[in-house]
């Protein structure tokens, strides 16, 4: 289903929707706000192996705005390329994204994708997938600005694999992280429950409970690569297997956590190069 070019107000509901064995998208809204699209369930991705690795998205939302996406069944598969269950691109705002079922369980794949668009509501949406939960995301190469204003509240994500993360900020500035329940279980090492990177800055990262598993440097939360002035209350953090501290901070200043609760972690806090801790 598309629905592009000022297509404003319309409403896709009670959708049943399978794309396989071709690159694209379930439902692709583009240049169209106040949209309604609720109750669908949509599969996209792969049957078999082999063939043109390729991305494929079950939903994906382009510089639309005021739109509810919610109560949708959005799953994803396949054997090669990248896979999203939700896409949110190009200075889509104020979209309100709430109790979804999102299944992207392909190596590589993501649940929730925010891509250089801003103050869109993410709530009380589980998410299962092979890679990354929910992802915000800024692509400066692209001269992308803009991913901030966005909350993200009250979801259940579990992220399996290695280097598999719960919530991922890249490049994301001002944006809010709260009551999300969220569990990593990689099967290699370097999962994390929340990774702050690449210049993010002054986000809210506020009451989530956060349990990694995998075999080696599993982090509850991770602030890296000039990431600076986020703040962190009352998280709840568990880390299991050795070499996982609860808190691990490389190359970042100014990070300001309160009322942290680490229950158990084999290493609880691991601050490195450069950083500032407060």
Excluded: C
Excluded at 64 to 83: D, F, P, Q, W
Excluded at 180 to 191: D, E, F, P, Q, V
Excluded at 236 to 249: A, E, K, Y
Aim: glycine share 10%.
């Amino acid at each position: 289903i598309s629905a592009t070019s000022a297509v404003d107000n319309s409403t896709l509901t009670n959708n049943t929707i399978r794309i396989y064995g071709f690159p694209g998208n379930g439902i692709f809204i583009s240049d169209s706000s106040f949209n309604n699209v609720s109750g669908n369930a949509v599969f996209a991705g792969k049957r078999q192996a082999g063939g043109v690795s390729a991305n494929y998205y079950a939903l994906y939302i382009e510089s639309s705005s005021y739109s509810t996406i919610a109560n949708n069944t959005l799953e994803v598969n396949g054997t090669a390329g990248s896979m999203y269950g939700l896409f949110v691109y190009d200075s889509s705002a104020y979209n309100n994204i709430t109790h979804n079922f999102v299944n992207a369980t392909i190596i590589a794949s993501t649940g929730i994708h925010l891509q250089a668009s801003y103050n869109n509501t993410v709530r009380n949406n589980t998410i299962e997938a092979r890679g990354v939960g929910i992802e915000l995301f800024v692509n400066e190469v692209l001269g992308e600005t803009n991913v901030s204003g966005n909350v993200i509240d009250t979801n259940y994500i579990i992220a399996n694999g290695s280097s598999s993360r719960g919530i991922l900020l890249t490049n994301a500035k001002n944006n809010t992280v709260t009551n999300n329940r969220i569990y990593t279980n990689g099967s290699g090492g370097a999962s994390n429950g929340i990774l702050i990177r690449t210049g993010s800055g002054f986000n809210l990262i506020k009451n989530n409970s956060i349990l990694t598993n995998g075999t080696l440097n599993n982090y509850g939360i991770a602030v890296t690569s000039l990431s600076s002035n986020n703040t962190f209350l009352g998280n709840n953090i568990s880390t299991l297997n050795i070499d996982s501290p609860g808190i691990f901070i490389d190359a970042a200043n100014h990070s300001h956590f309160t009322n942290t609760i680490l229950t158990e972690p084999p290493d609880w806090i691991n601050i490195t190069r450069n950083s500032e801790m407060r």
